[in-house]
């Protein structure tokens, strides 16, 4: 269990908690605030652009420094989780209101409007969060609808996840001032800067899932399928017996290999049950 598990999960993966999700939570005008800022700072996230740019120069024994300072702020406003797709599909079973909007990263990096974020809630009409959304001047949220909001059922978010899973995008749980979690996302390390912040510049921002990959050797015919979709570079190709395997501490758990794999020769196994990773978060 990750730290979020024991301190807002009761001992159970917190992000399958309901009441992580409630309207409640963002009764907290502070919280809501934080939304608000989150969405229309756009300031905030090209001076993070920036900082990002510059980490690659400074020494390591600094950028450790920074990382740990960082990590722990982030832990407190925006913090995420890597999860596979049924995880996702546990999550879409208890909420009651789904909605994709468009990608903020992307909007900065790419310079475009990418799909791949979904708002979640336990009200039908999507609550507290789509009211705060709605209040925003938020001109990346465009769209098929005038909110920039597209309502989907869950059997239609889900197949959208899939998609996105064979695009080699990583599911990824976020809060908004923890522990209110407000969104699922689609990442890449390439344009989501919460990924680039984790995996390229070791300043974890996001917990690794609660489960690590295995390939069944007997299954493997070397493909290498898997390994064009890994962002996290944990899957080694050995010449020698021309199959491959999972670092374990690089592996993320998201399973985005398993669904590339033809042979079905990757499994998801329980973290907890790994030794060598089981507090690896
Ligand atoms: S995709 Fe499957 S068969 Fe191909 S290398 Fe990866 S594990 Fe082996
Ligand atoms: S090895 Fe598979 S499960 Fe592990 S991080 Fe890479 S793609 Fe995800």
């Given at each position: 269990?990750?730290?979020?598990?024991?301190?807002?999960?009761?001992?159970?993966k917190?992000?399958?908690?309901?009441?992580?999700y409630?309207?409640?939570?963002?009764?907290d005008?502070?919280?809501?605030?934080?939304?608000?800022?989150?969405?229309?700072?756009?300031?905030?996230?090209?001076?993070?652009?920036?900082n990002?740019?510059?980490?690659d120069?400074t020494?390591?024994?600094?950028k450790?420094?920074?990382?740990?300072?960082?990590?722990?702020?982030?832990?407190?406003?925006?913090?995420?989780?890597?999860?596979?797709?049924?995880?996702?599909?546990?999550?879409?079973?208890?909420?009651?209101?789904?909605?994709?909007?468009?990608c903020?990263?992307?909007?900065f990096?790419?310079?475009?409007?990418?799909?791949?974020c979904?708002?979640?809630?336990?009200?039908?009409?999507?609550?507290?969060?789509?009211?705060?959304f709605?209040?925003?001047?938020?001109?990346?949220?465009?769209?098929?609808?005038?909110?920039?909001?597209?309502?989907?059922?869950?059997?239609?978010?889900?197949?959208?996840?899939?998609?996105?899973?064979?695009?080699?995008?990583c599911?990824?749980?976020?809060?908004?001032?923890?522990?209110?979690?407000?969104?699922?996302?689609?990442?890449?390390?390439?344009?989501?800067?919460?990924?680039?912040?984790?995996?390229?510049?070791?300043?974890?921002?996001?917990?690794?899932?609660?489960?690590?990959?295995?390939?069944?050797?007997?299954?493997?015919?070397?493909?290498?399928?898997?390994?064009?979709?890994?962002?996290?570079?944990?899957?080694?190709?050995?010449?020698?017996?021309?199959?491959?395997?999972?670092?374990?501490?690089?592996?993320?758990?998201?399973?985005?290999?398993?669904s590339?794999?033809?042979?079905?020769?990757?499994?998801?196994?329980?973290?907890?049950?790994?030794?060598?990773?089981?507090?690896?978060?």
């Open positions: 269990m990750c730290e979020f598990c024991l301190k807002h999960g009761e001992g159970k917190w992000y399958l908690q309901a009441n992580n409630s309207d409640e939570l963002l009764s005008i502070r919280r809501r605030r934080m939304i608000e800022e989150f969405f229309t700072n756009s300031d905030q996230i090209t001076r993070g652009i920036e990002l740019n510059r980490l120069k020494p390591k024994f600094i450790s420094m920074i990382a740990r300072i960082i990590t722990g702020r982030q832990k407190k406003i925006h913090f995420g989780q890597v999860i596979p797709i049924e995880e996702v599909e546990k999550i879409f079973g208890f909420v009651a209101s789904i909605a994709r909007v468009a903020f990263c992307r909007h990096t790419l310079k475009q409007e990418k799909r791949y979904y708002g979640v809630s336990l009200s039908p009409d999507g609550g507290r969060l789509a009211e705060i709605r209040g925003l001047d938020n001109s990346f949220l465009t769209g098929p609808d005038l909110s920039g909001m597209e309502s989907l059922s869950k059997e239609e978010a889900l197949s959208a996840f899939r998609e996105h899973e064979r695009e080699g995008l599911h990824t749980v976020w809060t908004f001032q923890s522990p209110f979690i407000g969104g699922i996302c689609n990442c890449d390390r390439s344009d989501c800067l919460a990924m680039r912040c984790t995996v390229t510049q070791s300043i974890p921002v996001m917990f690794r899932a609660e489960f690590i990959a295995e390939v069944d050797p007997d299954l493997c015919v070397g493909c290498r399928q898997c390994m064009r979709v890994c962002q996290f570079g944990a899957i080694v190709y050995s010449a020698a017996n021309k199959k491959v395997a999972i670092d374990h501490r690089r592996c993320y758990g998201c399973g985005i290999c398993r590339m794999c033809k042979e079905n020769a990757i499994r998801l196994n329980d973290r907890n049950k790994v030794p060598a990773v089981a507090n690896l978060w």
